[in-house]
């Protein structure tokens, strides 16, 4: 693992949480598995995909607290808090975890989890 692999992933994680729904379709493997912010439970497929359609769009997004993992090649595990800003200033902090696969060359998110610290 090197300094500019991790930077990568940490730009990835960033990115998906600012991108609009076509760059979460793009960047989600379609056997992904997340849990949101106050979600009763895990979504897949079809779900996952109105899940992201419907979710708030964030404008700012600041990722701290950072663990970074590489159990494997072509695996990266990221856990981190984050605090997110919507477009009315509304604040979300959150613990989360995402895992990323790398196959052919694209990563993409194959775990999302998000557990709701707090909102403002």
């Known amino acids: 693992m ?3 692999e991790e930077e990568l992933m940490w730009q990835l994680e960033h990115d998906y949480w600012l991108c609009s729904m076509g760059g979460r379709r793009q ?3 379609a056997s992904s598995i997340a849990v949101f912010g106050g979600a009763a439970h ?3 497929g079809d779900a996952l995909e109105r899940a992201h359609a419907h979710g ?3 404008e700012h997004v600041e990722l701290t607290q950072r663990a970074y993992a590489r159990p494997s090649v072509g695996v990266a595990v ?3 808090t984050v605090v997110a800003r919507d477009r009315e200033n509304r604040r979300k902090k959150m613990v989360c975890t995402s895992v990323w696969l790398r196959r052919n060359g ?3 998110h194959i775990q999302h989890q998000q557990s709701l610290q707090d909102t403002a």
């Open 2 to 4: 090197t300094q500019a």
């Open 27 to 29: 960047s989600t493997d």
């Open 78 to 80: 990221l856990g981190y």
């Open 106 to 108: 694209i990563w993409t």
């Open 42 to 44: 895990a979504v897949t």
């Open 56 to 58: 708030p769009e964030y």
